[in-house]
């Protein structure tokens, strides 16, 4: 869908999900993330870029398992992350948007819940390539989780968590020779409404995560 007819239909209220293809499953468990290797820090950082032409083609289930570890899984024996948040507060959550549905990603048994049996990654984003790309994360802050931290500073605080837990899925990917990009540009009550969110359920940012595009040869 053109991103005119996503502006339009944001306007209306309309920007909606499409019908799964296949049966959604209620609990996908993950397999264990692939915690070794990967390319050198340094050179990934020097391949670290924000990439918007994805290919169609699925991430394999490991490949998004070692993702969403990546990005914020559980890294120590007392629960610790592997991005920071003030006061340990750990209020974002990753909600995985994939053709086959959408799931909350659940760090501490590493599986991903049902949260919406629909295809929901056209709501994520304006950008016409969140549609097909074949997967779309959305950052949400639980303020539930923030009452140790001052009203003033909850957005801001969960906004650097995000950013942090953003910059983990960009190093996989250069890793990975995956493409990626984190976008603010999104209809923050078009995706609250597709995920069934509360109101103290801040929708803070969204990534698209793909294969690359294929160069076309003239
Ligand atoms: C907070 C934030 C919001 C962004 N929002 C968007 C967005 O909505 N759409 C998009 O295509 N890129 C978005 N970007 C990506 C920037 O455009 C990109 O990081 C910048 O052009 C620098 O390119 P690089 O990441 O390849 O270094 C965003 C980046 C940040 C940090």
Redesign the pocket.
Known sequence: MSTLTKLALGVMGQLRPRPVKGNAETTIKLPAPDKRGGMPLMAALAR???S?EFARKPLPRALLSSLLWAAFGVNRRDGGRTAPSAIDAQEIDVYVALPTGAYLYDARTHSLQLVAASDLRRVT?Y?DFVDEAPLDLVYVADHRRMRMVPVGQRESYASAAA?AISQNVYLFAASNGLAT??????DRSAIADALGLAHDQQVL?AQTVGYPKPKQTP
């Open positions: 670290r870029r924000s918007r984003g950008q950013g990009v984190i976008r603010a540009w999104i940012l």
